[in-house]
């Protein structure tokens, strides 16, 4: 069962936009943080950015800080959690696919800008992500 769900991936031209949203599928999810990490083939996962289970701390990737912004839908009707990366001003350098992940702990804050694989419990499958110049 796929728990998280990444979609609104696709092409765009360097200074275009897109919004990726993440479904995550689960009451629980609300009490985790999520993180959009990405991978271009060759190279390691990269932390994007990340937001807490109640989106009053988030944290960013000097390299996309100023262009990029998360958020997250708690929806309090159901057990459904959407967490969104808008992305703006894309370069050809974000090109990569783009995972969500969340948290195995919950209520935990946020560490660094950095990929830790131990922290993360539920990955999704990602979505790529391409920027032409």
């Known amino acids: 069962q796929v728990l998280l769900v990444e979609s609104g991936g696709g092409g765009v031209q360097a200074g275009g936009s897109l919004r990726l949203s993440c479904a995550a599928s689960g009451t629980f999810f609300k009490m985790k943080a999520i993180t959009w990490l990405r991978q271009t083939p060759g190279k390691e996962r990269e932390f994007v950015a990340a937001?807490?289970?109640?989106?009053?701390?988030?944290?960013?990737?000097?390299s996309v800080k100023g262009r990029f912004t998360i958020s997250r839908d708690n929806a309090k009707d159901n057990a459904k959690v959407t967490v969104y990366l808008q992305m703006n001003i894309l370069k050809p350098e974000d090109t990569a696919v783009y995972y969500c992940v969340a948290d195995r702990a919950s209520y935990a804050s946020l560490g660094g800008p950095y990929f830790s694989q131990e922290r993360y419990g539920y990955w999704g499958r990602g979505t790529q992500v391409t920027v032409s110049s």
């Open positions: 937001i807490n289970w109640s989106g009053d701390e988030i944290v960013y990737a000097d």
